[in-house]
């Protein structure tokens, strides 16, 4: 039992470093978004935008 | 062909010496030992009758040893002092040579005389001690004393080669080496006789199919007797080999004698009962056996009383066994040739093994139940060591006991012997199925030979750190080196104020998918610190991945030694990105808001890190170490119960 369990968690971890290693995944602090469509439109370079859009304020 | 024929001194029946180097001939009309001697043909007096032990071997019976043919002319019967007898078979070789052949318990040994080496000292019977190396025999192999004890000539067939005298007793050690060494000094003579040889099989000599079918049957049944004491029916399952046997319906202890049962006396109705019921046939390593008898035994350690039980297995072609239950764990245990054993201090070494010493106690036996192949007896005391190499136990006993002798010189002599047995762990459930029992207890302790269980998470764990780092190799090989994606050296100008940011966008760059991505800032800071917030912005999808820059500096001098701490570059990774144009945007805080800032930038893709490899290392370990956590206590429990405790936790197991 003990055997088997730990080879599914073995072979889960080897096959997800393999899958990380090859699409170049990594574990990292930075956060991923979305532009908002309207803000690509209307252009996002504004410091309004990054303040009080994007990032919420700060 | 003959070498003498005439007729027996005492019944005048026709008799022959087939051997020139037989000194005896019984005659196998009236059973007399008629020995020759220059002048006459002399009665020695008459044998007993033989006792059927169920021998595979006869007079008259061929083989060959070292290629050289041989056939058995005599076989003589002796009784052990503690009771029981064993067979000396006599072997004429076709180039001269005389072999002896001692059977007992089902073993074989082939020994042949030696002269005694010049300027060898043999000791005296009395001088021998157990376990002592005898020194200076022609064998090349160390030979140690198994056994002393006093031999009695009770019967006789064929021709035996020196002058058996029917009842005569005579001293004899036996010796045990290592490969099967074997020997005997005989004190029949002054100086002793040597004997040296080893053990055998009767395939090693050439003999296979010799039983005949009659003989076996009779070997292999089992007789129906009557006790003498209450006349209630007994079964003996080995009748050519018990010795003892209790009554099962009025618990008498009855000695078997030829297969005449003779009451010795009453025992206590027994507070044991076997789990396994005597006659149970069950499958062994070694073959199909049914258990025939059951003691129980104990030690008593620091005034504790601890008991176990041992059930003795027999079959006609394999022998005795035994299986041993202590603390509800359960061994297989079987006989081993003391002289293959080497005994140290706190370890013995057998076949290449060391085994450490776990316990050394005088053990008891306290009940009896069934049939034994000695004359076993409640009280019966021997000195018991067992040393330990999961899952085996090497157990050591040596039994010896003070003989009254009024004839001899020194009234008082001892006698005994010195056995060796290999004990292999069995788990209780496997014992329930090759017995066909069901509901003996589960142990709730550490028996001191339990094999650990879980060894193989090791193995799996070496070999799936094997597995990553090759995995490691490959995406390394397969990645490819670093490419540089965009390299820019920004110039903030002064912050307005010290809450302040400024912000930088790059021109469009290229990103390739699938590949990881690290963020280089650089900035000459001397005791200050720029941080960026960092974007890598996907013109046509619209993705942003943020990431910070933290560049710290600072350095200095405090009693007389200089510090520095953090660096000029800090550096960000993020997951691969989906291929496209990227924009880079920074905005910029600093320290020292009023003066201007200048942080290089790189956008590196497919750089090698081995913080993934890391954490998987780390996943895989986390079992095996809590494993190894379970596997130091699991070794304490066990030798805790050790009165050589303690000590190293990591004994090797032969799983």
């Known amino acids: ?58 | 062909m003959s070498v003498l024929v005439a007729n027996c001194p005492s019944c005048g029946a026709p008799i022959e010496f087939k051997s020139g180097q037989s000194i005896v001939v019984i005659c196998q009309y009236c059973h007399s030992a008629v020995a020759r001697t220059d002048r006459e043909l002399k009665d020695l007096g008459k044998v007993a009758e033989l006792v059927e032990t169920g021998s595979p071997l006869d007079v008259g019976l061929r083989g060959t040893w070292k290629d050289v043919p041989f056939e058995l002319t005599g076989r003589a019967q002796l009784g052990h002092e503690m009771g029981g007898q064993w067979d000396e078979w006599y072997a004429t070789f076709s180039n001269g040579w005389l072999g002896w052949l001692a059977e007992a318990q089902g073993r074989f040994y082939i020994t042949f005389q030696y002269p005694i080496p010049e300027g060898t000292y043999v000791p005296t019977f009395e001088q021998l001690q157990l376990g002592q190396e005898v020194y200076g025999l022609p064998w090349p192999t160390k030979l140690m004393v198994a056994e002393t004890g006093r031999a009695t000539a009770l019967g006789a067939k064929g021709e035996i080669p020196y002058l058996l005298t029917p009842g005569e007793t005579y001293d004899y050690a036996d010796l045990s080496g290592a490969n099967g060494a074997f020997g005997t000094i005989d004190y029949n003579e002054t100086p002793p006789l040597i004997f040296l040889g080893q053990q055998v099989t009767l395939a090693d000599l050439g003999i296979t199919t010799t039983r005949a079918p009659e003989k076996e049957e009779r070997r292999v049944e089992a007789a129906q007797l009557g006790c003498p004491n209450c006349g209630g029916p007994l079964e003996l399952r080995a009748p050519d080999k018990t010795e003892r046997v209790t009554c099962p319906n009025c618990n008498s202890l009855l000695d078997v004698n030829q297969g005449k049962l003779q009451f010795l006396k009453a025992l206590e109705k027994p507070w044991f009962q076997p789990v396994i019921p005597l006659g149970t046939t069950g499958e062994v390593p070694e073959g199909k056996m049914t258990v025939i008898g059951a003691m129980a035994r104990s030690v008593t350690i620091e005034g504790t009383q601890y008991f176990w039980s041992e059930y003795l297995l027999y079959q006609p072609q394999i022998g005795f066994r035994w299986l041993v239950n202590s603390d509800d764990h359960w061994n297989y245990v079987r006989a081993i040739p003391p002289g293959d054993v080497y005994e140290a201090t706190k370890t013995a070494v057998y076949n290449d093994k060391s085994y450490r010493i776990f316990q050394d106690a005088q053990a008891r036996v306290e009940v009896v139940v069934g049939e034994f192949y000695w004359k076993v007896e409640t009280g019966e005391q021997v000195r018991g060591v067992d040393y330990v190499k999961p899952p085996y136990m090497l157990s050591k006993e040596v039994s010896t006991t003070y003989v009254n002798d009024p004839n001899a010189k020194k009234k008082k002599r001892t006698t005994g012997e010195i056995n060796w047995s290999l004990g292999t762990y069995i788990p209780v459930q496997e014992i329930e199925k090759r017995f066909s029992v069901t509901g003996l207890p589960r142990p709730s302790g550490i028996a001191p030979n339990q094999p650990y269980k879980h060894w193989w998470i090791y193995k799996y764990w070496l070999a799936f750190i094997v597995l990553l780092g090759l995995a490691g190799v490959l995406a390394f090989v397969f990645a490819g080196s670093t490419s540089q994606a965009y390299s820019q050296t920004v110039n903030f100008p002064a912050l307005p104020n010290e809450d302040g940011t400024q912000v930088f966008f790059s021109e469009p760059f290229e990103l390739k998918g699938r590949r990881n991505i690290r963020i280089v800032g650089q900035s000459p800071v001397q005791n200050t610190w720029v941080y960026l917030e960092g974007d890598l912005i996907n013109d046509e999808t619209g993705v942003v991945q943020s990431f910070p820059i933290d560049i710290s500096y600072y350095q200095g001098v405090e009693d007389g030694e200089s510090w520095s701490e953090g660096g000029q570059e800090d550096s960000a990774y993020t997951s691969s990105l989906p291929g496209g144009r990227y924009v880079l945007r920074l905005e910029g805080q600093w320290e020292r808001w009023q003066q201007p800032a200048v942080v290089s930038v790189q956008v590196e893709q497919n750089v090698t890190r081995g913080f993934n490899f890391l954490v998987a290392i780390i996943l895989l370990s986390i079992g095996p170490v809590l494993m190894i956590i379970y596997h130091i206590g699991f070794e304490r429990r066990r030798w805790s119960e050790s009165m050589f405790g303690g000590g190293d936790d990591s004994d090797d197991d032969d799983d």
């Open chain 1, 1 to 58: 039992m003990l055997k088997a369990l730990y080879t599914i968690f073995a072979v889960g971890v080897v096959s997800l470093y393999s899958v990380a290693a090859l699409l170049g995944w990594e574990i990292s602090g930075g956060s991923r978004h979305q532009l908002p469509p309207d803000a690509r439109q209307n252009g996002y370079r504004s410091f309004h935008f990054w303040h009080y859009g994007l990032h919420g304020g700060k």
